[in-house]
């Protein structure tokens, strides 16, 4: 237990340092800081000068709510608890196969390819993934509860984005550390995937009038995913374009639906006016019964 407690303690630290030498070292390598602050601006500024709903305002519904949702997410609840619940979790793990006497989990090794052919393959596999899982978020009751959070937005813009319960950093982190780990991934190649998808959630939530052309049936894209928040769909499913990064899972099997632009549409789920619209709320109401 007390090796736990030192692990929990030297990640928070650690997490803790980083997240101050980000701030005040701009210049430093692999600035996540920066790099998020930059991508969220280059939306941002994007949809200002482009807007797809030209009616909908700069600073639209709840824009303030879902930039506090970036900041807890990305950086306050990563020191508060992600870091050590992820270290030890690896730690636990770890030592479940000690006891298990596996060596390794590596199954397949891809030191031979070339650096961007695996990067690739972990971004696709992560991708489809996480696609499953985001499935598990709407088809499962206790699961939707949380996911729900996300789908409180009535607006939406890039930040849109950004608003999701912590709870579901846990539940995708923890599904796809496994898989990734058997195919030879650590947690330090995840730095560069973890930009790319963030550069495409924020394009996916964002007031662009965007689709890609031919591209859009392997790409996720706004006109595609705002489907996916639509609060009026067809009843007989419990839901629609699952897509993360890539759309070509929807396409293949058969969750794409976009039956016209979406531009107008109400965006949310049902009673979504009885929703709480404050952050400390938002996050304890899916632990009530």
Same mark, same amino acid.
């Given at each position: 237990?007390?090796?736990?407690?030192?692990?929990?303690?030297?990640? @928070? @630290?650690?997490?803790?340092?980083?997240?101050?030498?980000?701030?005040?070292?701009?210049?430093?390598?692999?600035?996540?800081?920066?790099?998020?602050?930059?991508?969220?601006?280059?939306?941002?500024?994007?949809? #200002?000068?482009?807007? %797809?709903?030209?009616? =909908?305002? @700069?600073?639209?519904?709840?824009? %303030?709510?879902?930039?506090?949702?970036?900041?807890?997410?990305?950086? +306050?609840?990563?020191?508060?608890?992600?870091?050590?619940?992820?270290?030890?979790?690896?730690?636990?793990?770890?030592?479940? !196969?000690?006891?298990?006497?596996?060596?390794?989990?590596?199954?397949?090794? !891809?030191?031979?390819?070339?650096?961007?052919? =695996?990067?690739? #393959?972990?971004?696709?596999?992560?991708?489809?993934?996480?696609?499953?899982?985001?499935?598990?978020?709407?088809?499962?009751?206790?699961?939707?509860?949380?996911?729900?959070?996300?789908?409180?937005?009535?607006?939406?813009?890039?930040?849109?984005?950004?608003?999701?319960?912590?709870?579901?950093?846990?539940?995708?982190?923890? #599904? =796809?550390?496994?898989?990734?780990?058997?195919?030879?991934? $650590?947690?330090?190649?995840?730095? !560069?995937?973890?930009?790319?998808?963030?550069?495409?959630?924020? +394009?996916?939530?964002?007031?662009?009038?965007?689709?890609?052309?031919?591209?859009?049936?392997?790409?996720?894209?706004?006109?595609?995913?705002? %489907?996916?928040?639509?609060?009026?769909?067809?009843?007989?499913?419990?839901?629609?374009?699952?897509?993360?990064?890539?759309?070509?899972?929807?396409?293949?099997?058969?969750?794409?639906?976009?039956? $016209?632009?979406?531009?107008?549409?109400?965006?949310?789920?049902?009673?979504?006016?009885?929703?709480?619209?404050?952050?400390?709320?938002?996050? #304890?109401?899916?632990?009530?019964?």
């Amino acid at each position: 237990m007390a090796e736990l407690q030192d692990i929990a303690v030297t990640s @928070t @630290t650690g997490a803790f340092n980083y997240l101050i030498e980000s701030v005040t070292n701009p210049t430093m390598p692999n600035n996540y800081f920066y790099l998020v602050l930059i991508i969220s601006l280059l939306c941002w500024g994007a949809e #200002i000068m482009f807007p %797809w709903r030209k009616n =909908q305002k @700069t600073f639209r519904k709840d824009f %303030w709510l879902d930039a506090f949702y970036m900041l807890f997410n990305f950086f +306050l609840f990563y020191i508060a608890g992600y870091a050590a619940i992820s270290q030890v979790g690896v730690y636990l793990f770890n030592d479940f !196969l000690d006891f298990l006497e596996v060596e390794n989990i590596v199954l397949i090794k !891809l030191q031979d390819l070339a650096r961007w052919e =695996q990067y690739l #393959i972990m971004f696709v596999v992560a991708d489809f993934i996480h696609w499953n899982v985001h499935r598990l978020l709407h088809k499962v009751p206790f699961l939707w509860k949380f996911h729900k959070v996300h789908h409180s937005v009535q607006e939406m813009g890039f930040a849109a984005h950004l608003r999701f319960h912590w709870f579901e950093s846990i539940l995708y982190k923890s #599904i =796809q550390y496994v898989p990734l780990a058997m195919i030879g991934f $650590s947690l330090q190649d995840f730095f !560069l995937m973890h930009i790319v998808t963030i550069s495409i959630g924020h +394009l996916n939530h964002s007031n662009l009038n965007l689709s890609y052309g031919p591209l859009k049936y392997l790409l996720n894209n706004p006109k595609m995913h705002i %489907w996916h928040h639509a609060k009026n769909l067809p009843k007989d499913r419990s839901g629609y374009n699952f897509g993360i990064s890539l759309s070509i899972w929807d396409y293949l099997f058969k969750t794409n639906y976009i039956p $016209s632009s979406g531009k107008d549409i109400p965006l949310g789920f049902d009673k979504i006016e009885d929703y709480p619209e404050n952050f400390g709320k938002q996050i #304890i109401d899916p632990f009530k019964r």
